[in-house]
């Protein structure tokens, strides 16, 4: 547990100090922080190596687990498997942010790093409670300094009303979670979902209940038709802003289902998981086919990220073990190729003020290292065998064909159309005579072939030695999450 309290004391004192920091100081702000960040990621690595891989992933199952702490019980402040995974994802995607950062936005420039040091204080701790109320708190706070990102170093005229689209409807979709969350107060008198002994029983209840949060989960994830926030934000978002997006905030959505609504409202969950299910077929298929009419590189990465967020979320309600871990497997993948790929499209961005398609062939003549970077992140986004997307994925699909068929065959042509419009993307930037737009066009340079390995190296690791997955995600011990009368 020390190492939780050193990890989010860090993360505190960093906000502080960088408040404190003369403003006409960047080269000052920066170097600080780096520092930090690489301390945050150190922490977090450790705090990932602590938990035994030997049990089951979710902390709900068997709290002796789990690292814990009764001095501050109404933090209800648990950490498991899954929580570590997402903190280390978290942690790992800063110090791109921060390198990648260092040139494209301008003054003021500690207010920014305030607001995305703040953002990963509040998502370090959504990931490492049990307690409702606690929970929903830092859900939504974790919009309030993302809002100020897209709001004040976003790309376009169009950056306000992308701030309000991404307000508006995160914050109309927690209401009813909210509501759902002080209902059980009311009935069970207590937050912390490991001393909610028995779950709802009365269906009437438990589906407006599900209601609840199934519509705060859907619109961060986002499913359709909840997700017309989603492409104008990383549109209109500054690159960390899309990185923070893509990488982090839609796991909310899945972590959420995962972690609460399966837990607290088992019956509903697969009562209803074939509408879900269906919702997230939909979700596939529009975006992908979106994916494939569209001009703008921002754009079709967003549409792509619904689409893999779709996949996850089948997965996730498919209640099948190896899905659900699957499900986490590419929750992180996703995380770290989309990231990549948000990261790549703001390096062309920031040479040639556009995104849009049209102008842009030949980037293997004028700039070999992008050209292989992109490559490499597509093929892995594409779930290529050996990248962890291709494990979860697998997972996924192994899962779905024990539990239906049918399912399985209706996902399948959307991941197929998920490789169609990255293909696409890549042979239209990379192949043919360069574009005499882009005759003059810079490759990568130091600091953002760093930022950019840092993030594609997991990737392969982890693909390339998938026993390592073994180690992290027992299956033959993991149970199934909706059995919580084992808790």
């Known amino acids: 547990m020390n190492t939780w309290k050193e990890l989010l004391i860090s ?16 080269k000052q702000l920066f170097l600080t922080s780096s520092v930090s960040s690489i301390i945050i990621l150190i922490q977090a690595t450790y705090l990932f190596n602590q938990i035994s891989w030997e049990y089951d992933i979710l902390f709900i199952i068997k709290s002796n687990n789990t690292i814990t ?26 110090p791109p942010c921060l390198l990648i950062s260092k040139n494209s936005i301008y003054q003021p420039y500690k207010n920014f790093l305030i ?7 509040f998502l370090i701790s959504a990931f490492s409670t049990s307690n409702l109320i606690l929970f929903y708190i830092l859900f939504e ?42 209902y059980i107060y009311k009935n069970y008198h207590n937050f912390d979902i490991q001393n909610i002994k028995n779950p709802i029983t009365q269906k009437s209840i438990e589906t407006t209940l599900f209601a609840g949060f199934f519509l705060a989960f859907a619109v961060k994830t986002p499913l359709i038709p909840f997700h017309s926030w989603l492409p104008l934000a990383h549109v209109e978002a500054p690159a960390i802003g899309s990185v923070i997006l893509a990488g982090i905030l839609l796991k909310l959505g899945s972590y959420g289902f995962l972690r609460f609504t399966l837990t607290l409202l088992p019956n509903t969950s697969t009562f209803l998981s074939p509408i879900i299910i269906t919702l997230s077929i939909l979700s596939i298929w529009y975006a992908s086919l979106n994916s494939l009419r569209q001009n703008d590189l921002k754009r079709i990465i967003a549409y792509s990220s619904i689409a893999h967020m779709g996949l996850i979320t089948i997965a996730i ?16 993948a996703h995380g770290l190729t989309s990231s990549t790929l948000f ?19 030949g980037l293997t003549t004028t700039s070999p290292i992008y050209s292989t970077s992109l490559l490499l992140t597509s093929l892995a986004h594409m779930d290529i065998p050996g990248s962890l997307n291709f494990i979860g994925e697998y997972k996924c699909l192994l899962g779905l064909l024990e539990t239906n068929i049918i399912i399985t065959i209706l996902t399948i042509p959307g991941i197929i159309l998920t ?29 953002e072939t760093i930022a950019i390995t840092s993030l594609i190296l997991p990737i392969l690791i982890t693909g390339i030695f998938p026993t390592l997955l073994e180690k992290w995600y027992n299956l033959n011990k993991m149970k199934d999450c909706d059995s919580y009368s084992e808790s």
């Open 115 to 121: 607001c995305l040091f703040t953002t990963e204080l």
């Open 69 to 94: 702490t009764d001095k501050f019980p109404f933090l209800s402040i648990k950490i498991d498997k899954l929580s570590t995974t997402l903190i280390l994802l978290t942690s790992i995607l800063i």
């Open 317 to 332: 309600f498919s209640g099948n073990a190896t899905s659900k871990s699957g499900a986490i497997n590419l929750m992180i």
């Open 11 to 26: 993360t505190t004192i960093i906000s502080i100090t960088l408040y404190l920091c003369p403003s006409n100081s960047k």
């Open 419 to 447: 490789t169609c419009y990255l293909l696409l993307l890549y042979v239209r930037l990379t192949c043919s005579n360069p574009s005499t737009h882009i005759k003059k066009n810079r490759d990568l340079n130091r600091r």
């Open 141 to 182: 706070s974790s919009i309030i300094p993302i809002s100020i990102i897209i709001g004040t170093w976003g790309l376009h005229t169009e950056k306000i009303q992308a701030t309000y689209y991404f307000f508006l409807y995160t914050i109309s979709g927690s209401v009813p979670l909210l509501l759902s969350i002080l």
């Open 343 to 361: 990261i790549l499209i703001s390096c062309i961005y920031e040479r040639h003020k556009t995104r849009k398609l049209i102008y842009y062939q």
